[in-house]
């Protein structure tokens, strides 16, 4: 029930909570707990609050909010809606899978990937495709990269690995630094072309990188027609 | 927002304007790196995007959802970076104890970020600083009273906006 005294009571219930009142305050306070559900309850509340306090940082709520890059927006619609674009073909590409759905699901990742640039079937187009070649039978990779305003926009095509692998891919700057352009896990039996994106300019990617279970292969982004072996660099020139 | 509600392109742009900020915030508070969070609020809303047909809006809010991707993918991350010997040489993967930690951590310091100043100044020099009460309302010009009132309509804040942020207890 409330009664005058609540009022009185009422705005001591928070530093109570913390653990904070002197002990003849909070004697007093808890001999009016005990006759006020009221008070009780709110008490309850606030301690649920309480608890809760030494998970956070001061240090970092000062500071504040960590935002994204700015163009992280620009460059996701754009994405989605490359992918919307595709989705036509991707239908046709799944088909074309399932038929060799049985040798690719016995295939397992080779021990060593042996990549193989081919030119763009368009010399003109500004897109670059790239095709991992020499590969057990049944596995597939190949991307195609285009130029974007916001950046690279990656369309990469696996088949034939463990189902469940976590393939991550970046692009690699003329500085040799590493740019992600996203994650996605090989599903077998689901649509498998991965739609990426990355800041890096075509123009200044040296080369496209995937991790798939713990390995990593770099291919050169390049016009030659160049083998690289796992992490090796090579001039793609 | 209506039914399957990451099925237009549109919708991704709205749900990136009302949820990328809290999202990147979490994932860098977990991942502990600028890279990786940004990669992982991307990687976010393209799979929300893929599976926008199976959001039900009668199940969760669309923060709720996001926010369940978002942890899936950050577990990912955080496996395939626990590969690399720089950063796990045990090869354990990484349990996900800490991640809901890291969540806790971000929930309760996003909250104090708006909470009002006056409430937030008063907990963080009666609590986290752990200075008596009058030597605090003496800095602040203000009774003693006040401040203890301060102490007591700030963790009501804290609690209001951790209930409008999902939290529950
Ligand atoms: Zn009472």
Redo the contacts with the bound molecule.
């Keep these: 029930m409330k ?1 005058e ?2 009022r009185d ?1 009422r705005e001591s219930l928070g530093a109570y909570a913390l653990g904070h009142l002197a002990a003849p305050e909070r004697a007093a306070l808890e001999a ?1 707990l005990e006759g ?1 559900p ?2 009780r309850e709110e008490v309850k509340a606030l301690s649920g609050v309480a608890v809760l306090l030494p998970h956070a940082d001061p240090e970092r709520f000062a500071a504040p909010a960590p935002q994204p890059p700015a163009d992280l927006g620009e460059r996701i619609a754009a994405t989605v809606a490359a992918e919307g674009k595709r989705d036509l073909g991707r239908r046709k590409r799944r088909r074309f899978q399932l038929a060799f759905g049985g040798v690719a699901a016995t295939a397992a990742v080779a021990a060593l990937l042996t990549l193989v640039v081919l030119p763009g079937s368009g010399e003109t187009t500004p897109e670059q495709q790239v095709q991992f070649a020499s590969l057990p039978s049944g596995v597939a990779i190949d991307a195609t990269l285009e130029p974007h305003s916001f950046g690279t926009e990656i369309h990469m095509y696996v088949s034939g690995i463990r189902s469940g692998t976590l393939c991550r891919v970046f692009l690699r700057g003329a500085d040799g630094s590493r740019y992600p352009a996203g994650s996605f896990r090989y599903r077998w039996g689901e649509d498998s072309v991965a739609v990426l994106s990355s800041a890096l300019d075509l123009s200044r990617t040296e080369a496209i990188g995937v991790h798939a279970g713990n390995r990593t292969f770099i291919a050169p982004v390049d016009q030659a027609t160049v083998s690289v072996e796992n992490e090796t660099k090579e001039d793609a020139t | 927002m209506a039914t399957g509600a990451l099925s237009r392109e549109r919708d991704v742009r709205e749900a990136y304007a009302a949820h990328s900020g809290e999202l990147y915030g979490f994932a860098l508070r977990s991942l502990d790196d600028a890279g990786l969070a940004e990669e992982a609020v991307q990687e976010t809303f393209l799979r929300a995007w893929r599976a926008g047909e199976r959001f039900d809006p009668e199940i969760g809010s669309l923060r709720t959802w996001l926010f369940a991707i978002l942890r899936n993918v950050v577990i990912d991350l955080g496996r395939a970076r626990s590969v690399r010997p720089k950063v796990a040489e045990s090869g354990i993967e990484p349990s996900v104890e800490p991640l809901d930690e890291a969540l806790l951590s971000w929930q309760v310091e996003e909250a104090m970020r708006r909470i009002g100043d006056d409430h937030r100044r008063v907990l963080v020099e009666t609590y986290y600083r752990g200075r008596p009460y009058a030597e605090v309302a003496a800095e602040l010009g203000v009774p003693e009273g006040t401040v203890k009132s301060r102490v007591y309509y700030g963790l009501r804040a804290l609690r209001v906006v951790l209930e409008e942020m999902g939290y529950e207890d």
């Design positions: 009664t005294r609540c009571w009016h006020c009221d008070c």
